[in-house]
């Protein structure tokens, strides 16, 4: 153990060691913070898959100014406290300039605390609170706030003619920013919210949580989530006997319990930047890369788009440094057309207006039918 | 470099914090107490809701002193009656309780969290970290050297034991309690300040358990294995982070290896040195030859 330990202090301090100062040729180095262990697993690793895409176009287009990506990958294991650890790895001994995160505000927020001391960037690719916004010039969103998708979703259950619609959302920052957008704007365009359920996330049954939808008899669910805990809410709808249509904000990141269930009566609204051209290429690579697409989510799009963006802004600012690349970005991603479409970035560097496609389960896939913005 | 050792040192430092007082309560006194992160949470919101409300942080750290030693009277009041059993279930509880409630509570920042101040140099941030670690490692040094800590391993190794003495086990219980929280709740507070956010997602059971990980790894009942676990803990976290960044392989599948080689440390501590790095010494003491 104590020979372990010695070992494990001498290699930290070797590597310290080997860092010279960088030349033309030397990798540009690029953090990723994701949890690669934990919970949402599958998610994050698509996100690092999308940012390995990334380092893969850019490295074989040249590099940046000759300079190739080097990633260092890192895990979060969910836990704030890991994930500071993550960070302060990066940012410290690898001296990485900019980070590209996935992960809840619990663990994006005190990383962004992080690098804005050391005056480091970081872009997030997965959260939406709006406590995100208080970083200007540190913290950069390619995922848009919940607010713009959960008012597109609410505007297109009124446009579906439903009257009543019950909400069924993870109690966590993604689920209820999603819930109070849709719920204002369905209720402006006439709608009425007749049950609201927030459950807390991790259990093995929400069927005491949905139970009380069922009396209502929505004509719709509001509903926002991903991963097991979205398969879990199904599996427990399912088994209750609820037959309203469900309007998801990013469907195609719920996992379906039950396909036929689902068959025809989940809509939803996505980011609509997958469906263009940028998008599909970036599938196509995903595809060659990892055996097929079948397990492809959105989130390789924002983590590609994530490095896209990073490398442009030191591009144009011709240098690595973190304060030219946040000085950088928001010019770069105005004329950046992007794997999830238009980046417009308000002043604090969240990301507004997203182009919208209107989603429907049909067939076994999901099937784009409109689209807005 | 350096400020990496800075940031890992304060961090063992408060980690050492919270298995010194985890230490006074299970490695002295024998109480397993599973909701460890309960009083080190409500210490740092403490320090969170203060500073919400524009109170210098001194009011943070007396709230969340008061707060936790009320709290943990609170949770001792059903234990009172039951074996030591219970208390592990109670607490485990207690602390999810709380985190639910932060969670769900739209005044306690909700799933959103609170910002707090951070201290604006890291190597104050260190130098406090050291300093409250010195204080806790004093408190615990002086118990564990004093007829009452002499007191609480009998009652560690034998509650009726201890009541045949004349006395009161429940009352040793809750003295041990109220210091060994309030000591948890001063490393929240600390703890709130060097990284400047606090939300319920950073105090689940899986902290808890890292805290009881560092106490079994250093030794339960040795101060100084505590100390040492907590160190352990954090350097095979990061240490290996290092290792793995060698090895050419998917970072999914490193992330995973990096977890299954601290179990499989922890596993072999297990079978080869159950006792801790540093185990609890046996004291002999000669009351005749004196």
Known sequence: MKNFL????????????????????????????????????????????????????????????????????????????????????????????????????????????????????????SSSSPKLGNYPGTLFSILPLDDIVGKELGLLIADSGA?????????????????????????????????????????PDYRADIQPVVPVKPDVII??????????????????????????????ILELENKAFVEGKLFGVDNGGYA????????????????????????????????????????????????????????????????????????????????????EYKGGDFVTTATRN | MLDFAIYCLTIIAVWSVLGLSLNIQFGLTGLVNFGQVLPFGLGAYAAALAAQAGLPWPAGAALGLVVAVAVSLMVLLPARRLSQDYWALITLGAGELFRLTALNAPSLGGADGLTVP?????????????????????????????PFGRLLKVLREDEVLAATLGRNPVSYQRTVSIIAWAMAAAGGVLYAHIVGYVSPS???????????????????????????????VQLLSVSSRF????????????????????????????????QGLVPEKKEVRDAQRR
Request: aromatic share 8%; hydrophobic share 50%; glycine share 10%.
């Open chain 1, 163 to 203: 009257k009543t619609a019950a909400i069924v959302v993870p109690n966590s920052t993604f689920g209820l920013g999603v819930a109070e957008a849709a719920a204002a704007a369905f209720e402006s365009k006439g709608g009425k919210i007749v049950k609201k359920v927030a459950f807390t996330e991790g259990q």
């Open chain 2, 202 to 232: 950073s105090f689940t059971v899986t902290e808890t358990f890292i805290v009881w990980t560092a106490l079994i790894l250093g030794g339960p009942g040795n101060n100084l294995g505590v100390v040492v676990g907590a160190a352990a």
């Open chain 1, 6 to 125: 010695s070992l494990a202090f001498c290699s930290a301090l070797a590597l310290a060691a080997v860092q010279g100062p960088a030349r033309a040729a030397d990798p540009i180095q690029i953090g990723v913070i994701a949890n690669l262990t934990g919970s949402a697993v599958k998610t994050s690793v698509q996100m690092t898959r999308g940012v390995e895409l990334a380092a893969d176009a850019i490295n074989a287009a040249g590099g940046i100014d000759g300079r190739p990506v080097k990633l260092i990958v890192e895990d979060s294991e969910n836990r704030a406290q890991e994930a500071l650890n993550a960070a302060n790895k990066l940012y410290n001994v690898d001296k990485v300039p900019a980070a590209i995160m996935f992960g809840g505000s619990g663990l994006m927020i005190p990383v962004a605390e992080l690098a804005k001391e050391k005056g480091r960037v970081l872009v997030n690719t």
């Open chain 2, 243 to 274: 290792v793995a960044s060698w090895i050419d392989l998917p970072a999914d599948v490193l992330a995973n290896g990096r977890l299954a080689l601290f179990g499989l440390v922890l596993v072999l501590m297990f079978l080869f040195r159950p």
């Open chain 2, 118 to 146: 951070r201290f604006a140099d890291p190597h104050l941030a260190l130098g406090a970290a050291l300093a409250l670690m010195a204080a806790a490692w004093l408190v615990s040094h002086r118990i564990s050297h004093s």
């Open chain 1, 276 to 359: 263009q051209p940028a998008g599909k290429a970036v599938a196509d690579k995903y595809g060659a890369k990892f055996n097929g697409t079948a397990d492809l989510m959105a989130h390789v799009y924002y983590g590609y788009d994530a490095l896209m963006v990073i490398a442009a802004a030191i591009k144009k600012a011709g240098s690595a440094e973190p304060a030219a690349i946040a000085k950088a970005l928001p010019e770069v991603v105005s004329s950046y057309d992007g794997a999830t479409g238009k980046i417009v970035w308000d002043a604090r560097g969240q990301r507004v207006s997203p182009p919208i496609d209107v989603i």
């Open chain 1, 223 to 252: 509903t926002a989530g991903y991963g097991d805990d979205s398969r879990a809410m199904l599996k427990a709808a399912r088994e209750l006997g609820i037959t309203a249509k469900w309007y998801a904000a990013y469907p195609s």
